[in-house]
């Protein structure tokens, strides 16, 4: 599959076929995750694999219930909880170094990034869940203090296909040399 193929294919699965999700090609779509930049290969990422019906039912219920992908967290054979470990990223020294403060967010995103693009390959749907509480989610999981959990992820064989949403074109939001300035 080729890379630009594969970002303009993977689409947000929200409902999944009950089917299971081989040990190979979980164990396949983390490799993809670890292989991903960091802020000082820090690596701040944690995952934690839910396969767990009643865990991912408890895992559903952090969300709104009005959240869209709060159904697919039944359906799907996996969830996963991407945590991160804070104050590390964008740290030295125990101190942050930018004025952006931790780092965390940028490299799961990095990470998941990786993680959604493997699964897609091997022919699996992922979702991206950030709207959730994720102070109950951390402790429901036995998160240690100075973890968080970042997102949830269902990921299954998807039963539907995914919606295309439509994109900005380039010159909307493409500059060179400084801000607005157009090509």
Same mark, same amino acid.
């Given at each position: 599959?080729?890379? $630009?193929?594969? !970002? ?9 076929? =009950?089917? =299971? ?7 396949? !779509? ?15 990422? #944690? ?5 767990? /019906? ?8 952090? $969300?709104? #219930? ?12 996996? /969830? ?19 004025? %952006? ?7 799961? *995103? ?10 897609? +390959?091997? *022919?699996? *749907?992922? /979702?991206?869940?950030? &709207? &959730?509480?994720?102070? %109950? ?5 036995? $998160?240690? +203090? *100075? ?12 039963? #539907? +296909? ?6 900005? =074109?380039? +010159? ?9 300035? %157009?090509?």
């Amino acid at each position: 599959m080729e890379l $630009l193929n594969a !970002i303009k294919g993977r689409r947000s699965i929200r409902s999944y076929r =009950p089917d =299971p999700v081989s040990a190979a090609d979980l164990q396949y !779509i983390l490799e993809a995750a670890q292989w991903a930049p960091s802020w000082a290969n820090i690596q701040c990422w #944690e995952f934690i694999i839910v396969q767990d /019906v009643a865990i991912r039912q408890r895992l559903a219920e952090t $969300l709104p #219930e009005k959240n869209p992908a709060r159904g697919a967290f039944a359906q799907a054979p996996i /969830v996963i909880a991407a945590c991160a470990a804070t104050g590390k990223s964008g740290f030295f020294k125990g101190s942050p170094v930018t004025d %952006k403060g931790d780092w965390l967010l940028f490299d799961l *995103g990095l990470a998941l990034q990786n993680l959604t693009l493997a699964a897609y +390959e091997k *022919g699996l *749907g992922t /979702v991206h869940v950030g &709207f &959730f509480d994720a102070s %109950k989610a951390g402790q429901m999981l036995g $998160l240690p +203090e *100075g973890h968080t959990v970042v997102e949830l992820l269902p990921m299954g064989h998807p039963a #539907e +296909e995914g919606r295309v949403t439509p994109r900005k =074109p380039l +010159e909307e939001f493409v500059f060179y040399n400084g801000y607005g300035r %157009k090509a």
